[in-house]
């Protein structure tokens, strides 16, 4: 990811790469702070008045795309192995998109950005080629962040934050006494070995494990898993919650799957972490 000036909140040497010029005068032109000047935001209106509450102003919404060709390796046919190159080949889309919706954030000063959506996208260009988009609403942060770092939201890498959770639950988290870091991830593009004819026909009518498949699905899930861990370790995080482990065939058949782990990096703001008890709400109907 891109590393970010913690003072004004502009690259690190790297320049906007990747996005477009349009975009950046769309993000001039909010002006997040100054009177007059609007937001957008993907949230919904319950979410909106929730992250408002726990301290954070919505300023803007941020996107990231990249448009990416996915290569072609083949695996052997009866034989359970990683794809590298389509496993690199899918998180390094991913990651472009996610870094160009951080530097829209940092445009505009944000602290971080919630409710990320992170999806894959077929297009018509080939069958090799998918549209990855990062979408989220950028936020500052109204009161410095209690406990260490300086006071600032933003990650030990002078990164804003990002975050998947909804605003229901990022509520919930600041509120309890943690912070998010960023979205970790982990990724696996996994060839599943074909079955012999022999043990094919030696499984009709039974009731069966079918253990090369059970051993493919479950290294390939750990791969996945244990990448999006070395992720939060990078970010000296205390654990991940909201993790998703999904599976896609995407264009590659039946035999070669990705497994995406994708989850929210947190730390501690304080050591107490009391949870508010929720209060009854009663229905004057009927």
Not at 111 to 118: A, T
Request: glycine share 12%; hydrophobic share 40%.
């Amino acid at each position: 990811m891109t590393v970010f000036n913690p003072d004004d909140g502009t690259p690190a040497g790297v320049p906007a790469q990747g996005v477009p010029a349009d975009a950046m005068r769309r993000l001039a032109e909010l002006q997040p702070g100054k009177p007059g000047s609007i937001f957008t935001s993907d949230l919904s209106v319950n979410e909106f008045l929730l992250v408002r509450e726990v301290g954070f102003r919505p300023i803007g919404l941020v996107l990231g795309s990249s448009i990416y060709h996915v290569g072609i390796q083949l695996g052997r046919w009866g034989k359970n192995q990683e794809l590298t190159t389509l496993s690199q080949a899918m998180y390094h889309a991913r990651e472009l998109a996610m870094t160009r919706m951080e530097a829209e954030a940092a445009q505009l000063g944000a602290d971080g950005i919630v409710g990320v959506r992170l999806s894959v996208e077929a297009r018509e260009f080939g069958s090799d080629i998918a549209e990855f988009i990062a979408i989220g609403t950028a936020v500052k942060a109204e009161h410095p962040a209690p406990g260490g770092n300086g006071g600032s939201w933003r990650n030990l890498k002078g990164q804003p934050f990002t975050s998947d959770l909804n605003g229901q639950d990022f509520w919930t988290l600041i509120r309890a006494g943690y912070a998010p870091l960023g979205m970790v991830m982990g990724t696996c593009v996994y060839h599943i070995a074909h079955q012999r004819m022999g043990q094919m026909f030696s499984n009709i009518g039974k009731n069966v494990e079918i253990e090369q498949f059970t051993q493919a699905l479950y290294d390939a899930r750990e791969l996945a898993m244990a990448r999006m861990q070395h992720e939060a370790e990078e970010l000296q995080a205390e654990g991940v919650v909201g993790v998703q482990l999904n599976a896609h065939n995407h264009r590659w058949g039946g035999h070669t799957t990705e497994f995406f782990a994708i989850g929210t990096a947190v730390r501690p703001l304080r050591e107490d972490h009391v949870i508010e008890r929720p209060t009854i709400v009663l229905s004057l109907d009927g």
